[in-house]
Nanobody, 126 residues
Framework: QVQLVESGGGLVQAGGSLRLSCTASGRAASALAMGWFRQVLGKERETVAAISGNGDATFVQYSMSDRFAISKDNAKNTVYLQMNKLRTEDTALYSC???????????????????WGRGSQVTVAS
């Protein structure tokens, strides 16, 4: 069983930055494809970014690709989401997800993930 714990969310002014962290336990992160998703109450969950087990392959949703970046430190079993130039519309609950996968596999769709964190709220004030 894999447990995921997110941290780093909070309240930030528009234009500011936040870095979310997600630490996995129960399995080496190098064996996990991982991703970040976000959801606003009443709306569908949205894929934000994804990264392969070995960290070589990454995906960031096109609409966020000039502001967000995903990275991974397998030595720390942690995946990060760096968010810059935040906008009020980025306000959401951000969740980390993981699934056992081949080292180079990239998973961009939520239903393919097996494990989910509880989420970290990001609120961007105008």
């Amino acid at each position: 069983q894999v447990q995921l714990v997110e941290s780093g969310g909070g309240l930030v002014q528009a234009g500011g930055s936040l870095r979310l962290s997600c630490t996995a336990s129960g399995r080496a992160a190098s064996a996990l494809a991982m991703g970040w998703f976000r959801q606003v109450l009443g709306k569908e969950r949205e894929t934000v970014a994804a990264i392969s087990g070995n960290g070589d392959a990454t995906f960031v949703q096109y609409s966020m690709s000039d502001r967000f970046a995903i990275s991974k430190d397998n030595a720390k079993n942690t995946v990060y989401l760096q968010m810059n130039k935040l906008r009020t519309e980025d306000t959401a609950l951000y969740s980390c997800a993981a699934v056992e996968a081949k080292p180079k596999s990239l998973m961009t769709q939520g239903p393919r993930y097996s494990y989910w964190g509880r989420g970290s709220q990001v609120t961007v004030a105008s």
